[in-house]
C-alpha cells in the first residue's frame, strides 16, 4: 500500500513532481510493482489527480473515504474488508525503494512464529551532524535486540559526553503491519508525544505495541523538500 496526499504540508504537490519523465507517485509505484515481492501493490489517496495518474499507467488505486491524519489511518481504511495477513507501508515519496530491503522486513514476520511482532521498519546509519540534528530526518534509537524505544526530530541519543560512540539511526518510512495492529492503530486516539513530534510511528510505541528496527546500508532519497527532488533528479540521471 502506497498513501499518497496530494497536499503535502512541507512541499505540496510534491508527489505529483517530474522524476525522469513520470511524476514521483507513479515512480514509487512501479518501483514497489519491479520489486516482485507482493501479490497486489495499491496507491491509496484522495486525490484525483493523483488517481488518474496511477491508473494511466494501469495500476490500481483505492480512494480514500475519509479524512485522515497519517497514511497508516487512510491504509487502514484500504485494507479493514481486505484477507490479507501483512501489509507494507512504502511511502510514496521513497522512488529509490530496493528489494533487498524489503525483504529484510518481510522476513521478519516469516521468523516471528509465536507473533509478539507488531510491525518493522528500516533504519540506516547516519554520520553526517547536519543531518543528525535535521528536524527534516526522523531519528530512532533500539534496544539490544533492535526493537524501538523511540523515535525523534531531535538528536537521539543527545551526545552530552561527546567521548562515547553511538550509532544514529536515521528512521525510513517504510512499514509491515500485521494487519490487526494496524485496525487498532486506526482505532487509537492520538496521545501527546506523537502530536508534538508529527511521527505516527510513536503512536504505536505509546500503546504498547513491538516494532521491530532492521537495518539497511541502502539510503535511498525521500522527497520532503524541493531541494530533495533536485538530490533526486540527479541521482535519477
Do not use: C
Request: proline share 5%; aromatic share 8%.
Amino acid at each position: 500500500m502506497i498513501p499518497a496526499r496530494y497536499q503535502a504540508s512541507r512541499f505540496p504537490a510534491k508527489l505529483m513532481q517530474d522524476l525522469g519523465g513520470k511524476p514521483v507517485i507513479v515512480r514509487t509505484y512501479e518501483a514497489a510493482v519491479n520489486t516482485g515481492l507482493f501479490n497486489e501493490v495499491y496507491v491509496v489517496t484522495d486525490s484525483q489527480v493523483i488517481s488518474e495518474v496511477i491508473t494511466g499507467v494501469g495500476g490500481k488505486v483505492i480512494m480514500s473515504k475519509n479524512t485522515h491524519e497519517s497514511g497508516s489511518d487512510r491504509i487502514a481504511e484500504a485494507v479493514e474488508d481486505m484477507d490479507v495477513d501483512i501489509v507494507i507501508n512504502v511511502q510514496g515519496d521513497e522512488p529509490f525503494i530496493d528489494s533487498e530491503s524489503l525483504k529484510k522486513i518481510i522476513k521478519v514476520f516469516k521468523n516471528d512464529t509465536v507473533e509478539k511482532i507488531d510491525l518493522a521498519s528500516l533504519m540506516t546509519p547516519i554520520t553526517d551532524w547536519e543531518e543528525i540534528s535535521n528536524p527534516n530526518t526522523v531519528k530512532v534509537i533500539v534496544d539490544n535486540q533492535d526493537f524501538a524505544l523511540y523515535f525523534s526530530r531531535s538528536p537521539i541519543p543527545y551526545p552530552r559526553d561527546k567521548e562515547v560512540e553511538a550509532t544514529y539511526f536515521k528512521h525510513k518510512g517504510i512499514y509491515a503491519f500485521r494487519k490487526r495492529a494496524l485496525m487498532d492503530f486506526q482505532k487509537l486516539p492520538m496521545l501527546p508525544l506523537e502530536a508534538k513530534e508529527k511521527i505516527e510511528a510513536i503512536r504505536f510505541l505509546e500503546y504498547g505495541k513491538k516494532i521491530k528496527m532492521v537495518e539497511t546500508h541502502v539510503t535511498g532519497i525521500e522527497i520532503d523538500t524541493p531541494e530533495d527532488l533536485e538530490r533526486a533528479r540527479k541521482v535519477w540521471k
